[in-house]
C-alpha cells in the first residue's frame, strides 16, 4: 500500500552551535578562507545547503575548532542555509531544510541574475562569489533514509576521479541532478568537462543519526589529504582505522519526476535497493505504473517529499 516512509526518525545528532562562526573573514557572514604562502589549488567545503542536514556542520565546526589551516592553496569553510539551519525544531526537524526554496537547486545562473527573491535566493546570491573562487568543492549532506553513504559526482569523468581519488565512501552515483533545479554541484564550470574545476556531493547517511558526522568528518579529511593541503599528521591523527573498501560507480540514467499528487512507493524503498526485473512496478504516480527501465535497476535516494515537480527517485545501474 502507500509508503512514503511515515515512522518519525530517531533524532541523535542535534545542530551544533555556529554562532561564533557567524562573522567569517570574507565579507560573507558564516563565509571563512584561509590562504597560505605557498601556491595550490582553492577548496571550498560547504555545509548547510540544506539546514535540516545537520552533519557538514559539524564537520565544518570540527575543523574550525582545530583551527586547520592550509599548507598550500586556500581553504574556504562555508555554512549555506544558516537561516533555515536557524529553525531547527526537534519536533519538526524536516521544517528546516529551507525557508522559502530549495537552495540546492537555483544554480543555474540565469536563476541566480533573475529579478527573483527569496531567502535561498539571496543567500545564494551572497555565496555566489565565494563559490566562484574554487577550484574544487565538497558540498556535505545527508539523506531522509538510514542508507549506506554516497558521493554524488556528476556527469563529467573529472568528478568520477575525484571521487575514486578520496577512496570513500564506497557508492559513488555518477548523476546529472534534478528536473527542479541546478545544484550547487552542477553550478558553472563544475559542470564543463572542458574546466578542471569539479565538485563532489557527499550524502553522509541519515539526517540525525550520529554515524553521518563521522562519514561527514571522514569525508572532509580525505578530500583535503587528497590535494595535500593540510598538515599529513593532522589527517592521520583523525582518520578512521578502517580498510578501504573497494567502491563502485552507479550511473543514473535519470530521475523519476512526480507528475500528480497522488505519487507512492508500493514498498518502503529506502535506497540502493537492486531491483532484479525490467518492468517492475515501484509505484504509481496518479494512475500511471513506474516501472523500472531495466534489469538490475538500483534505486537511488527515493523521497518521503512526494511533490510535483520534485524527484521521487532517480534509476541507475552499476558499470564496471
Ligand atoms: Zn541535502
Known amino acids: 500500500m502507500a509508503s512514503t516512509g511515515s515512522a518519525a526518525p ?6 551544533v552551535d555556529i554562532a561564533a562562526y557567524a562573522d567569517g573573514n570574507t565579507g560573507i557572514p558564516y563565509v571563512h578562507s584561509f590562504r597560505a604562502d605557498e601556491d595550490g589549488p582553492h577548496l571550498l567545503i560547504n555545509a548547510l545547503t540544506h539546514g535540516n542536514e545537520v552533519c557538514g556542520a559539524h564537520a565544518l565546526r570540527f575543523l574550525l575548532d582545530h583551527a586547520v589551516r592550509p599548507t598550500r592553496g586556500t581553504l574556504t569553510l562555508s555554512f549555506a542555509n544558516v537561516a533555515a539551519y536557524g529553525r531547527f525544531d526537534v519536533s519538526r526537524p524536516s ?33 555566489r ?31 568520477r576521479q575525484l571521487a ?41 547517511g541519515q539526517h540525525w543519526a550520529l554515524e553521518s558526522k563521522t562519514v561527514a568528518i571522514e569525508t572532509t579529511l580525505r578530500f583535503l589529504r587528497h590535494f595535500d593541503c593540510v598538515d599529513p599528521s593532522f589527517i592521520a591523527a583523525h582518520l578512521l582505522p578502517v580498510e578501504a573498501e573497494a567502491q563502485r560507480v552507479i550511473e543514473v540514467t535519470g530521475p523519476v519526476t512526480i507528475s500528480s499528487d497522488k505519487f507512492y512507493f508500493t514498498k518502503d524503498y529506502t535506497g540502493l535497493e537492486v531491483v532484479p526485473q525490467a518492468g517492475t512496478i515501484i509505484g504509481y504516480d496518479g494512475d500511471a505504473a513506474v516501472r523500472t527501465p531495466y534489469d538490475d535497476c538500483v534505486l537511488i535516494m527515493p523521497s518521503r517529499r512526494i511533490t510535483p515537480g520534485q524527484t521521487a527517485v532517480r534509476f541507475g545501474r552499476y558499470v564496471a
Open 129 to 159: 562569489p565565494a563559490i566562484d573562487r574554487a577550484d574544487f568543492l565538497l558540498d556535505i549532506h545527508s539523506m531522509q533514509h538510514d542508507s549506506d553513504p554516497l558521493m554524488l559526482c556528476g556527469l563529467a569523468d573529472k568528478g
Open 10 to 15: 530517531s533524532i541523535d545528532l542535534l545542530p
Open 95 to 127: 521544517m528546516s531544510r529551507y525557508v522559502d526554496e530549495d537552495l540546492n537547486r537555483v544554480w543555474a545562473p540565469a536563476v541566480l541574475d533573475s529579478r527573483r527573491s527569496s531567502v535561498e535566493l539571496e543567500r545564494a546570491r551572497a555565496l
Open 164 to 204: 575514486l581519488g578520496l577512496g570513500f565512501p564506497a557508492h559513488v552515483v555518477a548523476d546529472a541532478g534534478h528536473d527542479a533545479g541546478v545544484r550547487m554541484r552542477d553550478y558553472g564550470a563544475f559542470a564543463d568537462a572542458r574546466s578542471r574545476k569539479a565538485a563532489l556531493l557527499v550524502e553522509c
